[in-house]
Each structure stands twice: as C-alpha cells, then as structure tokens.
C-alpha cells in the first residue's frame, strides 16, 4: 500500500545540489511513491522544475527572497496544504522543514496529516554561512519534537544534530539513493571524454565533483594537487571554472554529463572539509567503479567500505598521500579495488532499496495514524 497524496517541501531545487538531486531522484521513481506527488520549493530559479514536470510532479516555486516573500510564501503553502489533504508532508532541508512544519499546523491538518522532517547533512561549520541559517538550525532543533519522524540521510548527520539538541519522538536513517544504471564503468565514454579533453590513456585521472562551497574545501584540495604536478584532475560543479587556475586540473564548471566525465577517470576524491552526510557524488563515482579517496566527513568510511582510503580533513599531505598511493598502486588491484566499489554501492545504496525504506516508512505512518478528512486544529 502506499500513500495517496505527499507533499515535499524543499528549500530549493537548484541543479547541482545533492539534497537537491536525491529529491528528484526519489520523486520521478518508478513504481512512485505516492499516487499524488506535490513538490513546493521556497526558492525560485535554475531548476529541476522542467524534469519534475515531464515526470508528472506538480511543482509549486515560492519567493522567500525576502519579509514580504516569507509571509505571502507561507499562506499559499498553508492553503494548499489544506486544500490537497496530504497523508504526509515531507519537509527537506532546514528551511524546508520549518515550512512544512507551519503548513501542517496552521492547515488544521495536524491531527490527520504526518509531518516528516529531512536532515541532508552532518557538521556544518555555521560560522561558514549567514545568520538566516544559524537561526534556522537553532528553531529547527527546539521544535524537533513536533514531527512525527525526523530523517537524516546519515548517522553522522543524526549524531551531530541530536547534539545540536534535536529531541525527536522517532528517527529513521535513510541512506541516499544511487542510480547505478545511469553512473556504471562505460569503456566507450572513457576513451570518448579523454579524446575531447586531450588526456592520453596512459595519464592518471582525479575527479573531483562539488560546487564552490565553504564545506567542499576546494583550497586543501588545490594544495594536495600541487603536491602531485603528473596527476591531472577534472573539476566538476558549479563555480570550478572561478577558480584560481591550478596547473594540472581541468575546472569544467556544472555539467550535466557527469556520469561520461566519471567514466573517463581512475579515482573519485572528495576533499570536504565538514557538512557532507551522505556525499552522492563519492558514490556515484564508486559506482562508475573507481575506488575513492574521501575526507573523514560524514558517512565517508560508510560509503567506502573497503574499497577506499579515508584521510583527516583539511590535512593536504594526507589527501596527496593517498591520491599517491592509488596513482602508483598496480592497475589489477586498483581494477579490484574499482570493482568492490561499484558492487559496495549497487547492493547497498541502489536507488530502489532505498525508494523501498521511504516506502515503508510512509507506510508505516499511514498504518499507526490512518488518514482522516476530518481537520485537525494545530
């Protein structure tokens, strides 16, 4: 059985994003998830809309760009929450779960609606970012007992925020979902993208897939490939291409090709400095078959398992070290090691296992509180 309507409420659905992406990737599944899907972003712009549409979500882009945004932001939300009698509201990111919250209390739903709350990250440097969501983790974690579920997509994220004081009634892990048939080893794209970005078959290939973001430490990173001038590395996301010019990378910018550039590399690293929960794009690199080089950052010795090699953040000679190690390891063991990643993400991590946890959890909500068309006061 699965629910009739849900309604997802997310801060916003820029491309490039892995909160974001994970979203849509759930959403646009098939069998889905829900007779009736509803996506609302509180953020206008560059976006998943035109996907979500061809899928036959219904998507509602509010403005909170400002006061005035906010507060007209908020009464269409809590009108259409009243008006599609969700079984459930799924909040997705801080922003997006306070929204969620206010729809649901302020619809008259509460008594028949569950609210499920999404945390997307782990240790977020706050000092890193503006004082809108510092405000908003700390309203976040003195109403986090008024879900009916809190989610994270880690146990690093759980951790961090029950000790930032979340005090949730229930808590559920759910691990991000990899489509590992789109991100798979392709020996055609490999020799195609090494042609087109004249890279010979013989170089050792880095890739390395983040925006420009505090949390992404591009910087330690930029110092480690310094170190190791015969690796060539491939920057990919949104902002690479503003870099300061590193002589051995390739700063590509977003691309929506990510899957071709993975296939033309040798490792995935990331060097993320805090934040990351549940990095998708370690495991989408690891399901393309390349063994990674990852931060000890969120779940990163989770997502590795044992094909891996995780080293301290912020520590530029430890993340050369290993970027090192696996350039001069033998190619057979680094095949090996390739081959384990992608069978660790495809039995772990595969989009369908992970659409089957969300399932049962809507299921088991719908099951211990059954809808009812009878409003509920807040």
């Not at 078959?289 to 995780?310: E, H, K, M, N, W």
Request: proline share 5%; with cysteine.
């Amino acid at each position: 059985m699965r629910s009739a309507k849900i309604v997802f409420v997310t801060s916003d659905l820029f491309i490039g994003g892995g909160a974001e992406g994970m979203l849509v990737r759930m959403v646009t599944a098939k069998p889905p998830l829900a007779d009736e899907i509803t996506v609302v972003s509180l953020l206008p712009g560059e976006s998943h809309v035109e996907r979500l549409h061809a899928a036959g979500i219904t998507v509602v882009q509010l403005d909170f760009g400002g006061p005035v945004g906010i507060a007209a932001g908020l009464r269409r939300l809590v009108k259409l929450v009243a008006a599609a009698r969700p079984q459930i509201v799924q909040g997705w990111m801080y922003h997006g779960d306070l929204a969620a919250l206010i729809a649901v209390l302020f619809s008259g739903r509460r008594k028949s609606t569950r609210l499920i709350w999404g945390i997307r990250c782990s240790n977020m440097d706050l000092r890193s970012y503006g004082i809108g969501l510092r405000l908003a983790v700390r309203v976040c974690a003195a109403l986090s007992r008024l879900p009916d579920v809190v989610t994270a997509n880690s146990a690093a994220g759980l951790k961090t925020h029950l000790h930032l004081g979340y005090r949730p009634r229930r808590v559920e892990v759910v691990a991000n979902g990899i489509d590992v048939d789109r991100f798979k080893p392709d020996l055609a794209a490999r020799a195609a993208v090494r042609a087109e970005l004249g890279i010979a078959e013989s170089e050792f290939l880095v890739a390395h897939v983040a925006r420009v973001d505090p949390m992404k430490d591009h910087q330690t990173l930029a110092a480690a490939l310094r170190e190791l001038p015969q690796v060539k590395t491939l920057l990919i996301g949104a902002g690479t291409e503003t870099l300061p010019h590193i002589p051995n990378a390739l700063a590509l910018g977003r691309r929506d090709d990510v899957e071709r550039l993975l296939a033309a590399a040798d490792i995935i690293v990331s060097s993320s400095a805090f934040g990351e929960g549940f990095s998708n794009a370690l495991a989408e690199g690891m399901a393309c078959g390349l063994p990674a080089v990852a931060t000890d950052v969120g779940d990163a010795r989770v997502i590795l398992g044992d094909s891996g090699i995780v080293v301290p953040a912020r520590n530029a000679a430890a993340l050369a070290g290993a970027i090192r190690m696996l350039a001069q390891e033998p190619a057979p063991a680094r095949a090996a090691r390739g081959a384990r990643a992608r069978t660790h993400i495809v039995e772990n991590f595969s989009m369908p296992r992970v659409l089957a946890q969300f399932a049962d959890l809507y299921q088991s909500l719908a099951m211990t509180h059954p809808p009812s068309d009878s409003a509920g006061g807040p």
